[in-house]
């Protein structure tokens, strides 16, 4: 009977894993589903629209192939599209269960001051790109793009771009029961080799005839090992113990490595997947403004890798003193600072540079919800060695200008920011919005009026006077230079401290309490004139002043100087209904230029 059973159990086994091996072989579809694109059309880039992207559930690869070195890039659609207006591309879209590509023509490239045609344009590292890719003769990239991105295939703006394109997607075909098919078999295999040595012990066991023997006298055991040695005979043959240790041993190692082999051999889609637990979901509500629809200009890995680039290209212009390299990178105010900056370390050895831009990780991202043009975000990046936190300000005239940084300052240590997260964005408040406690437009003049008058100023009651470490120092540093001054300079002229608002445009975006967050200029004048006709105002000799006598070419004059230095102020204003105040959040103030003061 041992042995029947042992037959039905192999013949099981061979069952579960025959089909377990073929559910994993000739039974199994295709694993991946391929679109093939052809491009008829000759064109400099070729735009893969999103649907054709995101046709099929799951990741996409990508393979572009053709001569020399291919370029890939994917954004937001409505970003590339405004990308390519000024060049011709072939638009690859989905319409039902066709794609089609079309050829579309530029619209009217713009012309430069003379009249000329912009030239062609290098899509090689785009601000608008989320990411981009570049091999030879054969691009292959995976990618997991939602409907509403879309991706570049080119070379190098001038040559046509690659024509044979393809998207791959998985097809998700499974085979649930394979793994356990093939282990249930297994395990039925090692039931029948055990059944089959069992039945055939037992059959060697019940070998010969059952016959009963002669009564026998009782004797003592015989110890045929003693008896063989006292003649000098030795056994070859095992005794029954070990051979039949040896024979476990023997039937173990094939089930053993059977089993090992058939459980290697099934990857996690060749089992059952369990049903997944509920989601945990956040307890924090995000409320949408009202009429804020379009997403955000930058995504946090968009702003680090721009952040990156500004800090690498200012590094460069920092090293060379070069106002025309600052230029690929800067603007405003943090741009003007640096020219001066540039021009005294051309001719002062003690002059320091400015402080680098910092690359560490970003801490807060505040980018526009905008979809035109200009642009802008604002970013927070801190410093763990001195825990000093940066805010600056971006902008980006049109689709095909890098990011500019326009404001830098470092945030007092109790600056706060209600900001809404990255992935919904802020409106950018117009300068002269009438919702908040000032116009943004205003706040400069406000706060240079506030820091000429201090309390005596209109303005002085809407400033949060605690938060403003920035008030306290200007007021402590006019005193000194005024003390100082008096010592050499009292009889012959005298000195007058002016605050005025900056020329660069404000910058605002709102917070999550109807606020806004404003980043400003304040020129702070410092004027000496002097007191009679017959004196002059000499900057040069002992004292004297090396960094005014630089940037005005002069060494004195009988109608003075002024020196003025810029201020880049960040504020939170409070909207128009809130009891707050306006607070004072981060600053940095550099010299801007030197002047002789004109005649009246």
């Known amino acids: 009977m041992r042995f029947v059973w042992a037959v039905a159990a192999f013949v099981l086994a061979t069952v579960m894993i025959g089909a377990g091996i073929a559910q994993r072989t000739v039974l199994q579809g295709p694993k991946t589903e391929t679109q093939s694109i052809a491009i008829d059309d000759s064109a400099p880039y070729v735009l893969i629209d999103g649907a054709v992207l995101a046709h099929h559930p799951g990741a996409q690869t990508l393979r572009a192939q053709g001569d020399g070195e291919i370029f890939a890039a994917y954004g937001r659609t409505d970003d590339v599209l405004a990308w390519l207006a000024r060049s011709d591309y072939v638009h690859v879209q989905q319409k039902g269960g066709d794609v089609t590509t079309t050829r579309v023509a530029a619209q009217a490239p713009p012309a430069d001051a003379d009249g000329t045609e912009e030239p062609p344009l290098d899509p090689s590292g785009s601000d608008l790109w989320l990411d981009e890719f570049s091999q030879d003769d054969v691009l292959i990239q995976t990618l997991q793009l939602p409907a509403d991105m879309s991706v570049l295939v080119a070379r190098d703006g001038t040559s046509p771009a690659p024509a044979t394109l393809s998207v791959t997607w998985p097809t998700g075909v499974t085979t649930p029961w394979a793994g356990p098919l093939i282990v249930g078999g297994s395990i039925m295999?090692?039931?029948?080799?055990?059944?089959?040595?069992?039945?055939?012990?037992?059959?060697?066991?019940?070998?010969?005839?059952?016959?009963?023997?002669?009564?026998?006298?009782?004797?003592?055991?015989?110890?045929?090992?003693?008896?063989?040695?006292?003649?000098?005979?030795?056994?070859?043959?095992?005794?029954?113990?070990?051979?039949?240790?040896?024979?476990?041993?023997?039937?173990?190692?094939?089930?053993?490595?059977?089993?090992?082999?058939?459980?290697?051999?099934?990857?996690?889609?060749?089992?059952?997947?369990?049903?997944?637990?509920?989601?945990?979901?956040?307890?924090?509500?995000?409320?949408?403004?009202?009429?804020?629809?379009?997403?955000?200009?930058?995504?946090?890995?968009?702003?680090?890798?721009?952040?990156?680039?500004?800090?690498?290209?200012?590094?460069?212009?920092?090293e060379k003193s070069s106002a025309k390299e600052a230029e690929k990178r800067l603007t405003g105010a943090a741009l003007a600072v640096r020219k001066t900056n540039y021009k005294l370390r051309d001719d002062l050895d003690d002059q320091k540079p400015l402080a680098a831009i910092p690359t560490k990780d970003l801490e807060i991202l505040l980018p526009e919800a905008f979809t035109g043009w200009p642009r802008a975000f604002f970013a927070v990046v801190e410093d763990p060695s001195t825990s000093l936190a940066t805010i600056m300000t971006l902008t980006q005239q049109d689709p095909w200008a890098d990011y500019k940084l326009s404001y830098v300052a470092t945030l007092v240590a109790d600056a706060e920011l209600n900001v809404a997260p990255e992935y919904l964005g802020a409106r950018r408040v117009q300068p002269d919005s009438?919702?908040?406690?000032?116009?943004?437009?205003?706040?400069?003049?406000?706060?240079?009026?506030?820091?000429?008058?201090?309390?005596?100023?209109?303005?002085?009651?809407?400033?949060?006077?605690?938060?403003?470490?920035?008030?306290?120092?200007?007021?402590?540093?006019?005193?000194?230079?005024?003390?100082?001054?008096?010592?050499?300079?009292?009889?012959?002229?005298?000195?007058?401290?002016?605050?005025?608002?900056?020329?660069?445009?404000?910058?605002?975006?709102?917070?999550?309490?109807?606020?806004?967050?404003?980043?400003?200029?304040?020129?702070?004048?410092?004027?000496?004139?002097?007191?009679?006709?017959?004196?002059?105002?000499?900057?040069?000799?002992?004292?004297?002043?090396?960094?005014?006598?630089?940037?005005?070419?002069?060494?004195?004059?009988?109608?003075?100087?002024?020196?003025?230095?810029?201020?880049?102020?960040?504020?939170?204003?409070?909207?128009?209904?809130?009891?707050?105040?306006?607070?004072?959040?981060?600053?940095?103030?550099?010299?801007?230029?030197?002047?002789?003061?004109?005649?009246?």
Not at 197 to 223: C, F, N, W, Y
Not at 452 to 463: H, V
Not at 507 to 515: L, N, P, Q, R, Y
């Open 189 to 318: 295999l090692a039931v029948g080799i055990v059944l089959y040595v069992l039945g055939v012990r037992h059959a060697r066991r019940s070998r010969g005839p059952r016959r009963k023997g002669l009564p026998m006298l009782e004797t003592q055991p015989i110890d045929l090992a003693d008896e063989a040695a006292e003649k000098g005979v030795i056994s070859a043959t095992p005794t029954r113990r070990q051979l039949s240790a040896g024979k476990r041993a023997f039937l173990a190692l094939p089930l053993v490595t059977a089993s090992a082999l058939a459980i290697a051999g099934c990857s996690a889609d060749s089992w059952p997947q369990m049903p997944a637990g509920p989601t945990p979901t956040s307890s924090t509500t995000i409320i949408v403004p009202e009429g804020q629809d379009d997403p955000p200009a930058v995504t946090p890995a968009q702003a680090e890798r721009i952040l990156t680039k500004v800090a690498a290209q200012v590094a460069t212009a920092d």
């Open 434 to 600: 009438p919702f908040l406690l000032l116009p943004p437009q205003e706040l400069a003049a406000a706060y240079a009026d506030v820091l000429d008058k201090g309390e005596d100023s209109t303005y002085a009651k809407l400033f949060d006077e605690e938060t403003d470490s920035f008030r306290a120092s200007v007021e402590e540093n006019r005193a000194t230079i005024l003390e100082q001054f008096n010592k050499t300079g009292a009889k012959t002229g005298k000195m007058a401290f002016t605050a005025s608002a900056g020329d660069d445009e404000p910058i605002a975006m709102s917070t999550v309490d109807s606020g806004a967050i404003v980043a400003v200029t304040v020129d702070e004048n410092v004027t000496v004139t002097p007191t009679n006709d017959d004196a002059v105002i000499k900057v040069d000799g002992k004292p004297g002043n090396p960094v005014v006598k630089t940037l005005t070419g002069v060494t004195q004059s009988s109608t003075g100087f002024t020196t003025t230095y810029s201020d880049q102020l960040f504020f939170f204003i409070p909207a128009e209904s809130s009891t707050e105040r306006i607070r004072f959040l981060g600053y940095s103030s550099d010299i801007l230029s030197a002047k002789v003061v004109k005649k009246k």
